[in-house]
């Protein structure tokens, strides 16, 4: 168990880094602070599939010298998954963001517990 | 291959490609755009479907033109296609019952961008029910989780936007656990088709080597849709985005889009995982656990509410949690119970936010229970709605509600003891929790308001006339009657159920 671990320190590096970033957008109070949590849970994703994906020794999956051999190559796919994620966590940044500059030019605040607080002091 | 069977990809792609063209549409266009694109999708679900029931029998649609292993596909059954069906009616009659609510609240030159949202939305929902890839499913969960941020904070008021934020951190968190147990998933079984997975999660499962980080895939991949489609202690985020958007977003935020990660839950249970590993994990008694608790809790936090909208968003979290305890019991009974009450509540729930605005137009746009007595006289067609969808919700018979209810208390009797008592009493509790709330707001509604109420806003506010608002009303009447089917026609619709779960795995 112990042995595995050391062995696929880059996955467990992603699940640590995983946690922090899932840890940031639940708890933090600054909207900033929580998008660059969630920047860095996405971003242990794509870490834990590249490790997944490189096999040591071998090479990007590009046929060279007419090599088809399956035993050459690492597994794209990862790399595809990589992509895909990567774009659709840009898309959600943005739209956090752009959330975040309305609530700002709104409440003066990024804290979200504030903006709570004035939304039930408006409503009264 | 027969031509109909090219529908699902067809419905998809028609209305993710009329999103992109109702952004250059003039405000009259893009309506009726979208009525004739939802309508066109709604024929073609039906078609599907009619088709389906004859040749009993699911079929795979391969996308582009790599075959199985490799290549991406679609899959439909008797089960997806009548959910889309549904899925499709649904959405149809909130946005007819709330036109005016959106012509009032949303700037002219923004209302094209809510047929967008609302295209890319019924998109990702008809790719979530008919994917048979799991990274693509991640994909549309995303594509809708961000249209569904759309429809809040399209009326731009600070209540909406901290509405949608809250919901985007949320669902940020939910679609992360999602993402890492697909990657998880896949790295131990090396497939992201679904059915290809289950062969290998089977061997895996029965080879026991992987066990540990196999469950705790499964394990965020459940709690990941579980707090996307709002389980109670995930819930804070609901009643202000139901509460304050507009009433078509509210009707299509609470009876799909949380619906759509459910589906996939379902999908995932039996599909990607089998349910008899699901069970055999004891993944389920968590969601027991918890679908009890929003049981109790969605309804007490309903009766203490003072606004008739964010009251019955917290009955969303209650119903919610109806649908996990189904999924808890851990039987296909449990499973069937739960798809026939995401029906049943869809259905009720688009009935009780389209009839409570026009209860709370007709008390001068005030929500607040005070200003809501004798609305039901003001407005008579919206008084009526909202009582059958009270009664529906609470559980009254030839309703809807009453059917999945006694489904729900079928399926616990069959089940063993621990499980079968705290079903049965959360479900007595919560039925009469149900209709406290419930059943306090029809009688205020009907109570002849006294002389001494004062209206503190837009003076007395009018007697609406039934003829007034032809659209509204018969979106309200459809959706009575799509109740009323559920409720007395029930049993083709639970054999339709049995069915396609079926032919599911």
């Keep these: 168990m112990g042995g595995n671990l050391f062995v696929n320190y880059g996955e467990a590096v992603a699940m640590i880094l995983f946690g922090i970033g899932f840890s940031n957008l639940l708890l933090q109070k600054n909207l900033i602070k929580k998008i660059i949590g969630l920047n860095i849970m996405d971003t242990a994703t794509y870490l834990f599939l590249a490790e997944k994906g490189y096999i040591a020794g071998r090479v990007a999956p590009i046929v060279v010298n007419g090599n088809t051999s399956v035993e050459k190559y690492i597994n794209p796919v990862p790399s595809g998954l990589v992509l895909t994620g990567i774009v659709v966590s840009v898309s959600v940044t943005a739209l956090m963001l752009s959330l975040t500059i309305r609530l700002y030019r709104r409440y003066h605040t990024l804290d979200m517990d504030e903006i709570s607080t004035m939304l039930k002091k408006e409503d009264q | ?505």
């Excluded at chain 2, 073609?44 to 991406?72: I, K």
Aim: charged share 10%; proline share 3%.
């Design chain 2, 1 to 505: 291959m027969d031509f109909v069977q090219n529908f699902p990809f067809f419905s998809i792609l028609l209305s993710l490609g009329s999103g992109v063209l109702t952004s250059i549409m003039s405000k009259r266009v893009a309506r009726l755009w979208n009525m004739f694109i939802l309508i066109v999708i709604t024929v073609m679900s039906a078609v599907l479907f009619v088709y389906l029931l004859g040749v009993r029998e699911p079929y795979t649609f391969m996308m582009g033109h790599f075959p199985a292993p490799w290549g991406n596909e679609i899959r439909a059954g008797v089960l997806e296609a009548g959910m889309a069906l549904f899925f499709c009616m649904i959405m149809l009659l909130s946005l007819i019952g709330g036109q005016e609510h959106l012509d009032k609240e949303i700037e002219d030159t923004k209302i094209n961008l809510y047929y967008i949202m609302v295209n890319l939305l019924l998109s990702s929902l008809l790719a979530l029910i008919y994917t048979n890839d799991l990274f693509t499913a991640y994909v549309f969960v995303e594509i809708n989780t961000i249209s569904a941020c759309g429809l809040i904070m399209i009326t731009q008021s600070g209540r909406t936007i901290e509405a949608a934020t809250r919901y985007m951190i949320m669902a940020s968190l939910g679609s992360g656990l999602l993402l890492m147990g697909l990657c998880v998933l896949y790295d131990i079984t090396g497939h992201l088709l679904m059915s290809n997975i289950k062969d290998s999660v089977a061997f895996v499962y029965a080879q026991g080597t992987y066990n540990i980080p196999l469950v705790a895939s499964i394990g965020m991949v459940v709690v990941g849709l579980a707090i996307k489609s709002a389980l109670y202690p995930f819930h804070t985020w609901l009643p202000d985005a139901y509460g304050y958007s507009t009433v078509s977003s509210a009707a299509i935020l609470s009876s799909l889009v949380s619906k759509g990660y459910i589906f996939l839950l379902i999908k995932i249970f039996f599909r990607v995982v089998g349910f008899e590993i699901i069970v055999d994990t004891r993944i389920v008694n968590i969601l027991f656990v918890f679908g009890l608790l929003g049981m109790i809790m969605g309804s007490v936090n309903a009766i203490l509410e003072n606004d008739i909208r964010r009251m019955i968003a917290f009955s969303s979290v209650a119903q919610i949690g109806y649908i996990y305890m189904g999924f808890g019991l851990g039987t296909t009974m449990g499973i069937v119970a739960s798809i026939f009450h995401i029906l049943s509540h869809a259905s009720t729930k688009s009935l009780l936010f389209v009839a409570g605005v026009g209860l709370t137009d007709a008390s001068g746009e005030s929500r607040k229970f005070a200003d809501l007595t004798g609305s039901g006289f003001r407005n008579p067609m919206a008084g009526i709605a909202f009582t059958i969808g009270a009664c529906s919700m609470v559980g009254i018979p030839l309703f809807s509600g009453f059917i999945s209810k006694m489904q729900f208390a079928e399926a616990a009797v069959q089940n063993s003891l621990q499980k079968m008592l705290p079903t049965l009493i959360c479900l007595a509790v919560s039925t009469v929790l149900n209709a406290i709330y419930f059943m306090k707001t029809v009688i205020r509604i009907y109570t002849p308001a006294s002389k001494n109420v004062k209206r503190t806003q837009a003076g007395e506010a009018a007697i609406i006339g039934v003829k007034e608002h032809p659209l509204y009303n018969v979106a309200l009447i459809l959706m009575i009657l799509l109740n009323v089917v559920l409720g007395c026609c029930s049993q083709p619709i639970v054999d339709w159920i049995i069915d396609g779960l079926a032919m599911f795995g």
